[in-house]
Structures are given as structure tokens and as C-alpha cells.
């Protein structure tokens, strides 16, 4: 990629999932040294701190189906604002999370500079429950659908305008567990997921090749948005929602290489890391070995 200046956001949102640890997850990536490998490779980087999120505990949780709508609604316009603030000046937003209901904020901010942007969703989960199919009434299960035009007008309108992204645009790469309305939404929309089942098939080389020409055909910018659940656990146990049978620390790494290479990411999300459930801090290192090879790491 070229050497555009990078600038680091922290986010560390806990109100959309239901399991506390994530909003560590900006700290434990930083003490796993994300700047300074960065750095390394020839960028100039600043880290503008965390945008401050208010506890659980110091919040009404509203509708069950729709929890803790307010505050994900506010804190999201911040980043939204945030965000595209970074663009203007003409620097590469890292968002460091945190969970995965951040990612309406994060595309709200780079979208509006862009006229058609491209989405790549690294997860394990679809994210395109709204409050009617969301068995957990868990935001950061709506993100996607948020991002494009569908869920709770409060999400939806985020940042002055709708949809951020279009369902052609749009890739999903990883999935091995999607709730009966997230598979209908899929349908309607035609959205592309690629499966466990489709990069066991294919291989991963294939999937991104087939991601990359999606997600690049007559946009002006591509938002990586990846959720470290989207690996196996055996080598990222420390996410909310671990699932076995993901994408392995190879593949991952082939996959951020080939973006890397197609030159496309104008911005970037890393989320999900939960240092409480990890093992010696081993998400987060992970987190940032999959930022070297997107930034262009290389072993010649």
C-alpha cells in the first residue's frame, strides 16, 4: 500500500455485546505493539486515544431488543465524526475496538467521502439482525445491516444519511453462523458471503481474488471492517463469540496480503479483541501481525 499517513482511534465499546472485556481491546492491541510496527514498515503514525464510552452500569439499557440504543446511537456519531475528520486530512483511519457495533460509526465517517465505497466484512457472524430478528437484541449483531439502510432509523440515519454502502459492494468473508433472519436479509439484498465452506472449497487465494473484483467494480474506496472472531479460536481465543472451524492464521494473513497488494483499503477496523478471554495477550498480537500484512509486511 502506499505510505499514507495512518491515524489510530481508539474505541473501546462494550455496550454491544454481551459478554465485558472488549472495550480493552484498544489497550491490549496498543501494548502489543501496533505504532511501532507501523512505523517500522514506513509510516508516519499518530494515535489520537480512545473516544470516551460509557459503562454498562452507567447506562439504561432500553428495549431489550435494541440494547443500550442511546448510547450506541451517541457514541457512534462521535466516531462517525471522528473518522471522517481523519479523512479530510487526508490520513488512513485504524480503528482499533472493542465491538463490532462500532462499525456503523466507522463506515458512517468514511463513507461520506466517498461516492460509491466497497465493504469487506471479516466475520464469523452476519451481523444483519435488526431489533425484530436478533435473538440477543445485541447491537453489534445489527452493524452491517445498519450500514446498509436496514434496522433502527437512530443506527440507520447516523452521521445525515443512508444507506453507507450498497449490498453489491458489499463482501462477507468467514461465516460459519447466521441467525434464519440474517439468511433471508442475505437473499433479499444478495449479498456475497463467502463461508467456511466456500474458502475450505476454493481456498482462500480464490475467495479473495472473487472479494477483491466485488468489492473494487466501480467503487472509489474499500472499508476493511474485521472481526477477529472471524479466525479459529485456536489461534484468536481472546474474541466474545468464538466459534470453531474459522480462518486460520495463514489464510489470514494471504488475505490481508492480497488486499495489500490490490491496493483498494482506504480505511480499516480491527474489532472484537477480549483481553479477559485471552491467553497472554495472543488476539491482540494476532491483530497486529494481520495489520503488518495489510500495511505491506512481507518475509522477502
Not at 47 to 76: C, F, M, W
Not at 134 to 160: E, K, R
Not at 253 to 282: G, K, Q, Y
Request: proline content about 6%.
Amino acid at each position: 500500500m502506499a505510505k499514507k499517513p495512518i491515524t489510530i482511534i481508539g474505541m473501546p465499546m462494550d455496550l454491544g455485546q454481551g459478554r465485558r472485556g472488549v472495550d480493552m481491546g484498544p489497550s491490549a492491541i496498543r501494548y502489543a505493539s501496533a505504532q511501532s510496527l507501523l512505523e517500522k514498515l514506513g509510516y508516519e503514525v499518530e494515535d489520537l486515544g480512545d473516544l470516551h464510552v460509557p459503562s454498562p452500569e452507567s447506562t439504561p439499557q432500553g428495549d431489550p431488543r435494541l440494547k443500550y440504543l442511546e448510547a450506541i446511537r451517541d457514541v457512534n456519531e462521535q466516531l462517525a465524526e471522528t473518522v471522517s475528520g481523519v479523512v479530510q486530512r487526508g490520513r488512513f483511519p485504524l480503528v482499533l475496538g472493542g465491538d463490532h457495533s462500532m462499525g456503523i460509526g466507522t463506515v458512517a465517517g468514511v463513507a461520506r467521502h466517498f461516492e460509491n465505497m466497497g465493504l469487506i466484512w471479516f466475520d464469523a457472524h452476519g451481523d444483519l439482525n435488526t431489533g425484530e430478528t436478533s435473538p440477543s437484541g445485541n447491537i453489534h449483531g445489527m452493524s452491517l445491516a445498519v450500514c446498509l439502510g436496514v434496522g433502527h432509523p437512530d443506527l440507520v440515519n447516523i452521521g445525515g444519511y443512508a444507506p453507507k454502502v450498497r449490498p453489491e459492494h458489499t463482501v462477507i468473508i468467514g461465516a460459519r453462523e447466521l441467525d434464519p433472519g440474517e439468511r433471508e436479509l442475505i437473499r433479499q439484498l444478495g449479498i456475497k458471503v463467502f463461508t467456511m465452506h466456500e474458502i475450505d472449497r476454493l481456498g482462500m487465494a480464490r475467495v479473495m481474488d472473487e472479494a477483491i473484483a466485488i468489492v473494487s467494480n466501480g467503487t472509489d474506496g474499500v472499508h476493511l471492517s474485521l472481526d477477529l472472531d472471524s479466525l479459529d479460536p485456536n489461534d484468536a481465543p481472546g474474541v466474545g463469540t468464538p466459534l470453531p472451524g474459522g480462518i486460520t492464521y495463514r489464510e489470514g494473513h494471504l488475505a490481508l496480503e492480497m488486499l495489500a497488494e490490490a491496493d483498494i483499503i482506504t480505511s480499516a477496523e480491527f474489532v472484537e479483541v477480549n483481553p479477559i478471554l485471552d491467553r497472554e495477550n495472543r488476539t491482540a498480537k494476532v491483530a497486529v501481525a494481520l495489520m503488518g500484512s495489510l500495511f505491506g509486511q512481507t518475509v522477502l
